[in-house]
């Protein structure tokens, strides 16, 4: 079942990011070949101009390209290990990408590494879009766990972006493992003009283990800053054909322009 982008959209920008819980975890009765049949389903409810997928196994994009005809995506790292997580952003043929790049959350980005304190390897996938007069940055990326690594990782992730001369909003999705209260946040508060969280308080958990309810504090999230106002914003709870997508909660954002005065 593709998605339709076709239907009736009241918003000029839509995004949904999801750790996807990659494929090779052992997740018994949770495993991805059971609960891949809630993604169509999912993306059908959630047609978004922009999906940010973490954790994705090379063999799970082929099933997601299925999903997504109409859809391009950049991310995908070229030669991979086996077991490799992928940061893919899927951007809607509408997009035009007009460049892109992919980087290790490290001392040394432009080649495989990590920082010396972080326990896997994490990267970000980054693109600039234009489409019908508007341009955007786009990133999707997946932190480590130790605050510190985060604050770094945050903080070249933001150098990135003001390496761009941004004129133009920037949305930055994924999953940080960090809270509210965090480094990392504190970084993306204060780069770039200060980034925003889509979502409003109180920030419910979006890490629930395949339970359907939250566990602890936010971790996921959508920020955005430039010239974009949230219409819409959610946490996605909801079971499809039975299963849970994956052991985080989706979360998804409309956006529209704002008209500068």
């Keep these: ?125 980054l693109g600039t879009f234009s489409h019908a007069g508007h341009k955007i940055t786009v990133i999707n990326t997946h932190f480590d766990f130790e605050a510190e690594v985060q604050r770094k990782s945050a903080l070249l992730i933001c150098k990135r972006l003001e390496a761009l001369s941004l004129e133009w909003p920037v949305v930055v999705m994924g999953d940080l493992n960090a809270g509210p209260d965090s480094s990392c946040l504190s970084v993306f508060r204060t780069c770039c003009g200060g980034f925003k969280s889509a979502l409003a308080p109180p920030y419910e958990g979006t890490h629930h283990g395949f339970k359907g309810f939250p566990l602890g504090r936010a971790i996921d999230w959508i920020l955005y800053q430039g010239g974009l106002d949230v219409r819409q914003a959610a946490m996605v709870t909801s079971r499809y054909c039975g299963y849970l997508p994956s052991d985080h909660f989706p979360l998804t954002a409309a956006f529209g322009w704002r008209v500068e005065q």
């Design 1 to 125: 079942m593709a998605v339709d982008m076709n239907r009736d959209r009241n918003s000029d920008l839509t995004v949904m990011t999801l750790n996807l819980r990659f494929g090779l975890a052992d997740d018994g009765p949770n495993n991805w070949n059971l609960r891949s049949a809630a993604y169509p389903e999912l993306m059908r409810e959630h047609p978004s101009d922009f999906y940010a997928f973490q954790e994705v196994n090379d063999f799970q994009i082929p099933f997601l390209s299925n999903l997504l005809p109409d859809y391009e995506f950049i991310g995908r790292r070229c030669q991979s290990p086996d077991n490799w997580q992928n940061n893919i952003l899927f951007f809607h043929k509408r997009w035009r990408c007009l460049k892109h790049q992919h980087f290790y959350l490290s001392d040394t980005p432009d080649t495989p590494s990590q920082f010396s304190r972080s326990r896997w390897p994490r990267q970000c996938t």
